[in-house]
């Protein structure tokens, strides 16, 4: 499991985009009109100070849409623009990082944002959605086809206390499921003990991410997706007011490295979303990165990247979706955001 959890980024990319994704800060002291002996014109007085970045990612689908940015950066012989990539299955250890200032931005879950930032005092800033749903239901069987199959059934699941555990609760008791009385969820402490009680017997359910749900395929051919959850979810929202979506992962940053930082921020998202839409792309080439990285077997990789939603979610469009998935949270229990809602000055926007 621990060598599949390395699961949640070899191509270079042209000279202008390598100045692109190049990571500078000013010295605003520092005039910038040229100037020289005799009036010659030089840039002396230009300062471009190269800022070394830390960047922590967990281990799955919150990760798999940075790597193509992440070989960018290893293929890099100079120093200026250098990012350091830090990828962990650890979500304390990300959660301290931050909070410590050891690491200046990280994609992580969605609600662990909204937890940081109340812990922190405003210390963390959301940047952009990097990951929507990926969860689904599956079956060693035939018996599910819609929800309301899924009542007095036995699903086994991992993520308890975080967004599987709201995710599953929200699509079921807005079907008019009961989590408690209706159904038996059995929590395990990770998807990979999901996969083995799925695999064990079957008409076996599952509530598994990906790219779990690629790995359980390639184990056996009875296993099947029986439910998309990001799907059910959407259709609850079809006659919504406020509509929301399912959100996994974003990414964030320290508030003081923002406004210490502004243009390092902006560049950094955009060197994101040029990675993003590569993987989504080039499915091939980001399979073999992800397997360079240990982040997932490469052949795992080409049949999963398509169902796992990477996307590069920026400003009001994040907000929304992103202010809409906590409110959902919020309502089910208080402490999976915090306590409490948080604020505009959380949703960054350049």
Same mark, same amino acid.
């Given at each position: 499991?621990?060598?599949f959890?390395? =699961?949640?980024?070899?191509?270079?990319?042209?000279?202008?985009?390598?100045?692109?994704? #190049?990571?500078?800060? @000013?010295d605003?002291?520092?005039?910038?009109?040229?100037?020289?002996?005799?009036?010659?014109?030089?840039?002396?007085?230009?300062?471009?100070?190269?800022?070394?970045?830390?960047?922590?990612?967990?281990?799955?689908?919150?990760?798999?849409?940075?790597?193509?940015?992440?070989? /960018?950066?290893?293929? @890099?012989?100079?120093?200026?623009?250098r990012?350091? =990539?830090?990828i962990?299955?650890?979500? $304390?250890?990300?959660?301290?990082?931050?909070?410590?200032?050891?690491?200046d931005?990280?994609?992580?879950?969605?609600?662990?944002?909204?937890?940081?930032?109340?812990?922190?005092?405003?210390?963390?800033?959301?940047?952009?959605?990097?990951?929507?749903?990926?969860?689904?239901?599956?079956?060693?069987?035939?018996?599910? @086809?819609s929800?309301?199959?899924?009542?007095?059934?036995?699903?086994?699941?991992?993520?308890?206390g975080?967004?599987?555990?709201?995710?599953?609760?929200?699509? !079921?008791?807005?079907?008019?499921?009961?989590?408690?009385? $209706?159904?038996?969820?059995?929590?395990?402490?990770?998807?990979?003990?999901?996969?083995?009680?799925?695999?064990?017997?079957?008409?076996?359910?599952?509530?598994?991410p990906?790219?779990?749900? #690629?790995t359980?395929?390639?184990?056996?051919?009875r296993?099947?997706?029986?439910?998309?959850?990001?799907?059910?979810?959407?259709?609850?929202?079809?006659?919504?007011?406020?509509?929301?979506?399912?959100?996994?992962?974003?990414v964030?940053? @320290?508030?003081?490295?923002?406004? /210490?930082?502004?243009?390092?921020?902006?560049?950094?998202? $955009?060197?994101?979303?040029?990675?993003?839409?590569?993987?989504?792309?080039?499915? $091939?080439?980001?399979?073999?990165?992800?397997?360079?990285?240990?982040i997932?077997?490469? /052949?795992?990789?080409?049949?999963?990247?398509?169902?796992?939603?990477?996307?590069?979610?920026?400003?009001?469009?994040?907000? /929304?979706? !992103?202010?809409?998935?906590?409110?959902?949270?919020?309502?089910?229990?208080?402490k999976?955001?915090?306590?409490?809602?948080?604020?505009?000055?959380?949703?960054?926007?350049?």
């Amino acid at each position: 499991m621990k060598k599949f959890l390395s =699961f949640v980024c070899f191509l270079s990319l042209s000279a202008a985009l390598l100045a692109g994704c #190049t990571l500078v800060s @000013r010295d605003p002291s520092v005039s910038q009109e040229p100037s020289g002996p005799e009036g010659a014109s030089v840039s002396q007085s230009v300062q471009m100070e190269a800022a070394e970045v830390n960047v922590m990612a967990l281990n799955g689908p919150t990760s798999m849409g940075m790597v193509q940015f992440m070989t /960018e950066n290893d293929a @890099r012989t100079e120093k200026n623009g250098r990012y350091n =990539f830090t990828i962990t299955s650890m979500t $304390d250890e990300v959660s301290a990082a931050l909070a410590q200032g050891t690491t200046d931005i990280a994609a992580i879950p969605a609600n662990l944002a909204s937890i940081l930032y109340h812990n922190t005092n405003g210390g963390v800033q959301v940047l952009a959605i990097n990951t929507l749903g990926v969860l689904y239901i599956t079956e060693s069987g035939d018996t599910v @086809r819609s929800v309301d199959d899924l009542r007095r059934k036995t699903i086994y699941a991992s993520g308890k206390g975080n967004t599987p555990e709201y995710a599953l609760n929200y699509v !079921l008791s807005q079907n008019g499921i009961d989590p408690v009385r $209706d159904v038996i969820i059995e929590w395990k402490s990770e998807p990979a003990e999901c996969l083995a009680a799925l695999t064990a017997q079957e008409n076996s359910i599952a509530m598994l991410p990906q790219p779990f749900v #690629t790995t359980a395929q390639s184990k056996s051919d009875r296993i099947r997706v029986a439910l998309d959850l990001t799907e059910e979810w959407n259709k609850l929202q079809a006659d919504s007011v406020d509509p929301s979506a399912l959100v996994t992962g974003v990414v964030v940053a @320290r508030t003081a490295f923002v406004k /210490e930082h502004p243009e390092a921020v902006s560049d950094f998202l $955009d060197c994101c979303q040029t990675s993003v839409e590569y993987v989504n792309s080039n499915i $091939d080439e980001a399979a073999k990165m992800m397997d360079s990285y240990g982040i997932v077997a490469s /052949e795992v990789a080409q049949k999963a990247i398509p169902s796992c939603n990477i996307v590069f979610i920026e400003g009001s469009e994040m907000k /929304e979706k !992103l202010s809409g998935y906590l409110s959902v949270l919020f309502e089910q229990n208080v402490k999976s955001v915090g306590g409490t809602l948080p604020d505009d000055d959380f949703y960054y926007k350049r």
